[in-house]
């Protein structure tokens, strides 16, 4: 399922429910579809982000310079860093903007559970 996050100062992006459910709930946010980030939300959100992406790097299987060489750019994996980077952009930008921004996200329907596998 796709999450779309929707800025009222940057614009849009959309983003898999399995990569956004653990940013919401970093940011103690739950995972329905329709929420909104409020302006007065947004620095504790991404202060809340921020150290749930430090504590996911230690655990990230990290690759050896070798393993690396062997492995073209365009295959490499795409750790939650990366994938947690344009929403922090977009928090960030948001926060910094007129007083009565905020950021809104859409999916078809709650998505607070990974599904049965």
């Known amino acids: 399922m796709l999450v779309k996050f929707i800025s009222s100062e940057t614009g849009e992006m959309v983003m898999m429910a ?7 709930q970093a940011m103690g946010k739950a995972c329905t579809a329709r929420g909104v980030i409020t302006k ?17 790097a230690g655990q990230e299987p990290q690759l050896s310079e070798a393993e690396e060489a062997e492995i073209p750019p365009m295959a490499r994996p795409v750790g939650m860093q990366q994938r947690a980077w344009p929403l922090l952009n977009m928090l960030g930008r948001t926060a910094r903007a007129r007083k009565e921004s905020h950021i809104v996200w859409e999916a078809a329907a709650d998505f607070g559970q990974p599904p049965d596998t």
Do not use: D, I, S
Not at 44 to 56: I, P, V
């Open 18 to 24: 399995e990569t956004a459910r653990p940013l919401l």
């Open 40 to 56: 007065a939300e947004m620095p504790l959100a991404a202060e809340a982000l921020k150290r749930y992406l430090a504590a996911q």
